[in-house]
Nanobody, 123 residues
């Protein structure tokens, strides 16, 4: 079992930045692919970014490429999402998730999920 707790969300103006964190506890964190997803009101949960167990491979949704950066610190059991140049359409609850598969964008391949952190962008 892996427990995930996100933090770092908040209310920021368009163009601003945030750093989201996801702290993991339980089984060996470094064995898992980690991902970030988001869900806006009335919309399905969508893939944002993913990182391999070593940190050597990263994937991004086209909508965030060049603005968001995923990273991890296996010594701290933590994965991060640096979000820059924020837009109102980035407003959502952001979730981190863990997968036992190779790095993937596919939501159903993530088996552990956090409770989410709200990110709200004002225009």
């Amino acid at each position: 079992q892996v427990q995930l707790v996100e933090s770092g969300g908040g209310l920021v103006q368009a163009g601003g930045s945030l750093r989201l964190s996801c702290k993991a506890s339980g089984r060996t964190f470094s064995r898992y692919t980690m991902g970030w997803f988001r869900q806006a009101p009335g919309k399905e949960r969508e893939f944002v970014a993913a990182i391999s167990w070593s940190g050597g491979i990263t994937y991004y949704a086209d909508s965030v490429k060049g603005r968001f950066t995923i990273s991890r610190d296996n010594a701290k059991n933590t994965v991060y999402l640096q979000v820059n140049s924020l837009k109102p359409e980035d407003t959502a609850v952001y979730y981190c998730a863990a997968s036992g598969e190779a790095v993937t964008r596919t939501r159903r391949e993530y088996v552990y999920w956090g409770q989410g952190t709200q990110v709200t962008i004002s225009s």
